[in-house]
């Protein structure tokens, strides 16, 4: 499979970009959350972080376990552990440097399963054995 090329978009391209894959995922919906755009499947599981505790413009997004490490050890100038969420295993990327968006559209994917996953284990609803 061919990956796409890296890009920088502007941020309201950013923003956009993000917002159509974050809704794209199965029950998602948006809404501000301190401040910035927020996407949800009753539990949150992404944010846009438009310098809201630096000077960087980014998002961040829950992750299953060892994402958060693979994907800082991948690239460092692309990912970071953002404040807060990150000792829960979030992920935070970085939207003011080049990107490749399929990695993106993984991230968010995965914030979405790592987040309805979590939902179905708390409710009981999940496979056992």
Do not use: K, N
């Amino acid at each position: 499979m061919e990956r796409s090329p890296m890009v920088r978009y502007s941020a309201t391209e950013c923003r956009q970009r993000l917002r159509e894959l974050c809704l794209a995922q199965t029950g998602a919906s948006e809404r501000l959350s301190h401040g910035e755009p927020a996407w949800f499947v009753t539990r949150q599981f992404a944010t846009l972080a438009d310098h809201h505790h630096d000077d960087r413009f980014a998002f961040w997004a829950a992750a299953p376990e060892g994402a958060q490490q693979r994907w800082i050890a991948a690239d460092p100038e692309r990912f970071f552990r953002p404040p807060y969420v990150g000792g829960r295993g979030w992920i935070g990327v970085y939207l003011d440097v080049e990107q490749d968006w399929d990695d993106i559209a993984e991230i968010v994917g995965d914030a979405h399963a790592t987040v309805t996953a979590g939902r179905r284990r708390a409710s009981g609803s999940g496979i056992s054995g």
